[in-house]
Every structure is written in structure tokens, then in C-alpha cells.
């Protein structure tokens, strides 16, 4: 068995597993304050990521400036997709809101392919040197900065939701909105802040992703990727969140190694992750960590 390269995919697999986790996060912190779910999350990080580009590329910013502008571009778009598009749908079926993020998904998606094509650009060269070697295994730059950042975004929000006065009025507001009102929590800041959040946590990841394979519509797919980790944490945990992406993130890498040493079929890579949530959620509904709603009728 080649051990090196097992190695080699395990590592590379938390390390993304990581970024899903960040990822996955962004997903449950909408559907904590508002009980939607956002079906529009993988255009986020594709917006964010053509941003980036665009800002690198068009005004030859350093990266750190044009990084910092796309996260300051995608807090706005965050408040203004909120309150001009989804407050409006406050009060109305749940259903109704899920429909109006797959629609935003589709706009989106169109909307980019118009503005910069279909074919992928990469991002300007960034680090002098692309890769690095820890313990005898190859790691890429951009992945290094992937995990510092992402283990700095997960300490944020551990701090934001136990320290912070707008983390314990959003904890309210996904216990009991009416409750959280009464107590005085603005319920629509609340929400404006959980889409701006997630919107600008979807940028960094969409940025990352972009540096590594180059920014094109196929970022968006990213959404869907890190849906079974949020289904496999848990909907409404942060924390399963987190270890959901980093499990399916190594899922995906190890059934990478097996599926090109050994069986060679090709496709497991991508199936995988979701053949692993059918079992677990057969086991466990709701998810690891996820909270089990019981009716009384």
C-alpha cells in the first residue's frame, strides 16, 4: 500500500475538510437566525471569489488590499441581499424563502457568466513559493493560509456566539424569535447580520478555492459539496458543522486514494461523502449533533 500517498491525502483532506467546515458554518448560521435554508450559499463564494479577481486583476491591488476590499464588498451585499430581497418574505411559508435563495442561485449564476464569462481565470501568482514540506509531505501555500484562516474564522465565531452581545441576541433569535423581541433583540439586524456573516465567511473560502483551481461557475458547486456535512452535523449545530466538513473532507480524500490504487472506478471521490450521510442519517436523522424536535399532538 503506498502509506505516502495516504499520508499526503489525509492531510490534505482536513485541511479542506476545514474549509467545508467554514463553509458549513455559514449555511447553519442562516438557518440557526432565520429556519432557511440558503440554496444560494455556493454563489456566495463565487461572488466573493470573482470579486477578488476582479479587484487583483483590474486595479493591480496587493493581495491583502484586495482580499480585505472583497470581504468589506460581500459584508454589503450580504445587508442589501437581506433586506431588500428576503424581508420582505418575513412571515411568509418557509418554503416560499427556500424557493427565493434556488432563484437567487440561478440569477446568480447567470448574472456572473454575463459579467466574466464561462471559461476559468486564475488568480494572480500570490506566494513566492507555491508549496512547502511538513514531515516529509508537499503542502500547497494557499492551503497553509487556508487553515490558519479557517481555524481563526471557527475561534471567531466560538467567541462571537458565547461573548459577544449580537452572538447571545442571535442564539435568541434561532431559540425563540418572538421571545427575543419581546426582550428587546431587533430580529431583522439579526437576520441582516447572519447573511452578511455568512456572506463574507462564503468569500474567504470562495477565494482559497479560487487561488487553487482558478475562479469559474463551477466554484458554486461548492454549496452543494458541503451540504451533506452540514445534513451529517446537524442543521442547527455549529459544532457538527465543523466536524461534518472535516469528515467529509476526508472522505473524499481517502476514498480518492482507494479508488485510484485499488478499485479504479473513477467517480468515488465525489459519491462517496454521500453515501456515507444515507447510512449515518439512517442511524442518526438529525444529524450528529443536531437537535431532535419532538410534536405532541
Sequence with gaps: MQWDLLLQLTLNGLIVGTLYGVVAMSFVLIYKASQVVNFAQGEFLLIGAWACWWLLTEFQLPFVWGFLLTLVFMTVFGVLLQVIVLRPMIGEPVISVIMVTIGLSIFFQALMKWMFGVF??????IFETQAVRIA???VQSVYLLSLVISLAIMAAFAWFFTASKYGLAMRATA????????LGISVRMVFAMAWAISAVVSAVAGVVVGVVNGVSSGLSFYGIKVFPAVILGGLDSVLGAVLGGIIIGLLENI???FDSTILHWGNMFQIAPFYVLIVILMIKPYGLFGTKNIERV
Excluded at 476559468?120 to 501568482?125: D, N, T, V, Y
Excluded at 431559540?175 to 419581546?182: I, K, L, N, R
Design 120 to 125: 476559468a481565470q486564475p488568480f494572480p501568482p
Design 255 to 257: 476514498a480518492h486514494f
Design 136 to 138: 516529509g509531505l508537499e
Design 175 to 182: 431559540f425563540d424569535q418572538q421571545v427575543a423581541q419581546s
